[in-house]
């Protein structure tokens, strides 16, 4: 279960990790955590969301996180729902290849919700896996639940194919 945070706490990285042992696991930069929170907090009370950029490490097991865009031009959403554009993306994401980033998949914000992916995301999702054009297979969902301004939390969740792993968040040692 995601851990809760107050607003008064700095945005720090993150790492979410398959508690199966899979050797999946994803990284979230503070920049990236900072972003997301921010573009949740101008949207208010509605959904919002953006894409993910970073790279994969060397064995190919580890999608870290260094940018979480705001939601794109010609996106739409309400409460409960969220159409993230795509104005703009393929230049952002031509520019960032330059640097060896890539895109790693998608975030959004269910706000004063949980962090589980609903019905909805889990067929978007498994969408972007099968097309091509994203060259993502394994595309990375990160959702932000509860109220950016009181107490937050965050989840990962990879999917393939027809399937989907939700990470846990890696627990760091105290001291």
Request: aromatic share 10%; proline share 6%; charged share 20%.
């Amino acid at each position: 279960m995601p851990t809760a945070r107050s607003c008064a706490m700095k945005p720090e990285a993150l790492e979410f990790r398959d508690p199966a042992g899979s050797g999946y696991a994803v990284w979230l930069s503070s920049g990236a955590v900072a972003s997301v929170l921010a573009a949740a907090d101008i949207a208010g009370g509605c959904e919002t969301g953006g894409i993910l950029i970073g790279r994969y490490d060397h064995g190919g097991w580890t999608a870290e996180v260094v940018e979480a865009t705001p939601k794109p031009p010609g996106s739409h959403a309400g409460w409960s729902w969220f159409h993230r554009g795509d104005a703009g993306l393929r230049e952002l994401l031509e520019a960032r290849w330059a640097a060896g980033h890539h895109y790693l998949g998608e975030w959004h914000f269910h706000p004063g919700g949980a962090t589980a992916p609903s019905d909805t995301d889990k067929r978007t999702m498994w969408r972007i896996a099968a097309d091509a054009a994203y060259q993502c297979p394994q595309p990375v969902l990160v959702i932000l639940g509860g109220t950016v301004r009181s107490r937050w939390s965050l989840s990962a969740t990879v999917f393939q194919g027809g399937s989907y792993i939700q990470l846990r968040e890696a627990r760091r040692p105290v001291g």
